[in-house]
């Protein structure tokens, strides 16, 4: 009876190894069912994990289980080469593992697309080519935009103490060759910040503010409010500053201090970034906005409001005309 017992789980734990390997099987043959062709980039030092991870979340395959099983039974869990790869539909498990396996990168393996997104500050930017293995990619930090002065006229309304290309650096989706400088990035980013924008900055140029300060007010709204409610929240901050009010944007202060802030910063940091303490905007932007944040700093929606919050459980922008209705919001979320 008991050796009757033994044999019956021996029997099951088999059936169920067979049928595991038979889903195994089928998984990494059968076509992954991309929607449209996908872009992964594999950086340096990625393991086997994290690009299962990188490739669920874009899409490209169905289980990480069962690439992280396929690429160890295939002994090339450790020889998966970084690169910038796309993945087009039809394609199978085993197909797409020996395409990361060869180091087959898209456009050839001399350039790198990347994606940089709104809201991203030069010091992120940086961190991400540096990702990609571009060299020097910190320099991005600490060139001065008076350098560039006489490529970009525009640059010239920075001031000389907040000399950064913080806010110029155009988010968007860029094709660099693999041994590109800091420079030739720099220069790229800067071209299509130009191309982009030449609308808004003509239409800055004719209104009462000059663009840089649109240009701040922007990477606050990029950093503060969805898009959706970007142009109503530009109308209060920019109705605080007609007005003699702080603008009160704790972006502001997490930018200065590169961390979430606590109540008492509010009112100890010494910092022309601190916009509780110090009335008008900060000296320079706090990241590089794209065009709904530009175009909705430049035409703001004017309103009553004097005070907005984000509530935390479902980052829903909640409005207020009075400092009283303010304080229940805060209270009730």
Do not use: C
């Not at 033994?6 to 595991?20: D, G, H, I, T």
């Not at 990361?100 to 990347?114: L, M, N, P, R, T």
């Not at 003509?202 to 240009?215: D, G, I, M, P």
């Amino acid at each position: 009876m008991f050796n009757n017992l033994k044999f019956l789980k021996l029997r099951l734990a088999l059936a169920l190894l067979a049928v595991f390997s038979l889903y195994l099987v089928w998984e990494i043959t059968r076509p992954q069912f991309i929607l449209g062709s996908k872009e992964v980039a594999v950086a340096r030092g990625d393991n086997f994990i994290g690009i299962a991870s990188k490739l669920k979340s874009a899409g490209v395959i169905k289980s990480s289980l069962a690439f992280m099983v396929s690429a160890v039974y295939r002994g090339s869990f450790a020889t998966l080469k970084a690169g910038q790869y796309v993945f087009e539909p039809g394609l199978s498990l085993h197909q797409i593992i020996s395409r990361i396996e060869k180091g087959e990168a898209v456009f050839g393996s001399d350039e790198v697309v990347v994606t940089i997104p709104e809201g991203l500050t030069l010091t992120g930017i940086a961190g991400k080519l540096n990702e990609l293995g571009f060299e020097n990619a910190d320099y991005i930090t600490k060139i001065k935009a008076n350098f560039l002065a006489d490529k970009f006229d525009w640059l010239g309304s920075i001031g000389s103490k907040y000399n950064t290309l913080e806010g110029f650096l155009f988010p968007d989706t860029y094709r660099f060759s693999k041994n590109a400088n800091a420079d030739e990035v720099i220069i790229k980013m800067l071209n299509r910040f130009g191309s982009k924008t030449a609308d808004v900055r003509a239409a800055a140029a004719a209104s009462s503010r000059n663009f840089y300060q649109v240009l701040i007010m922007a990477s606050i709204l990029e950093k503060e409010v969805p898009p959706s409610d970007m142009s109503l929240a530009a109308g209060v901050l920019w109705q605080r500053l007609a007005i003699g009010m702080p603008l009160q944007a704790d972006a502001t202060l997490v930018y200065d201090l590169g961390r979430p802030i606590k109540r008492s910063d509010t009112t100890e940091l010494d910092s022309p970034y601190n916009s509780y303490k110090y009335q008008g905007l900060p000296p320079a932007p706090i990241a590089n906005p794209g065009l709904t944040a530009l175009n909705a700093a430049l035409y703001p929606q004017k309103s009553n409001y004097l005070y907005y919050l984000t509530r935390s459980a479902d980052k829903v922008t909640v409005f207020s005309e009075t400092l009283e209705e303010h304080n229940l919001a805060k209270a009730r979320y």
